[in-house]
């Protein structure tokens, strides 16, 4: 017979009280933080070597322009991807680990989705210098399409075909 709570409705996932889910829930966004947070960091560390380059001064001001724009995207999202372990940090003992749960998954989607922004007006600035062609916007379209499908359509898909209703 299923698992029933004592008012006869049927339990659903874990048995687990809502701290335990909190803890279980950190430690999930902690894992997935890190892969994001390795990148944007690698990113961001290329981004800001690049106006000490002689080539820097040879960019177009439209060009200049791309750039600083995505060093900016890519301090946001820095910021916005370590904010987690900041904020775990500060409430630690608070006994409000289910709320700081819930911020520090608002901000690693946020950091997702400066890191797409960064990532691809990065790509939109190398394939500009690399390439003069008329077809970069579309190449980085693109680019931003495979993004949004890897990101978000595909687990929107599982979300709506495997969650129970």
Same mark, same amino acid.
């Given at each position: 017979?299923? +698992?029933?709570?004592? +008012? ?8 687990? $009280?809502?701290?335990?889910? /909190? ?7 902690? &894992?997935?933080?890190?892969?994001? &947070?390795?990148? %944007? &960091? ?20 439209? +060009? ?5 724009? $995505? ?5 946001? /999202?820095?910021? *916005?991807?370590?904010?987690? %372990?900041? @904020? ?10 289910? &709320? /700081? %749960?819930?911020? /520090? ?8 989705? @400066?890191?797409?922004?960064? $990532?691809?007006?990065? @790509? @939109? ?15 980085? *379209? ?24």
């Amino acid at each position: 017979m299923p +698992d029933v709570e004592q +008012d006869g409705s049927r339990r659903r996932g874990r048995n687990e $009280t809502e701290e335990e889910r /909190a803890d279980r829930m950190w430690s999930e966004l902690i &894992q997935e933080v890190r892969v994001a &947070q390795m990148g %944007v &960091q690698i990113l961001f560390g290329f981004l800001l070597t690049v106006v000490f380059t002689p080539t820097y001064e040879d960019l177009s001001g439209t +060009d200049k322009t791309i750039y600083i724009v $995505t060093v900016v995207l890519g301090a946001c /999202a820095t910021g *916005a991807l370590i904010g987690p %372990v900041s @904020l775990h940090r500060l409430v630690s003992g608070r006994r409000i680990k289910p &709320q /700081a %749960v819930r911020w /520090a998954s608002r901000l690693t989607l946020l950091g997702l989705a @400066l890191l797409l922004v960064t $990532t691809s007006s990065s @790509l @939109l600035l190398i394939l500009r210098v690399a390439t003069h062609g008329d077809y970069v916007a579309y190449l980085v *379209a693109g680019v931003v399409c495979w993004y949004l499908l890897c990101w978000l359509g595909l687990p929107m898909w599982a979300r709506y075909r495997h969650t129970t209703r």
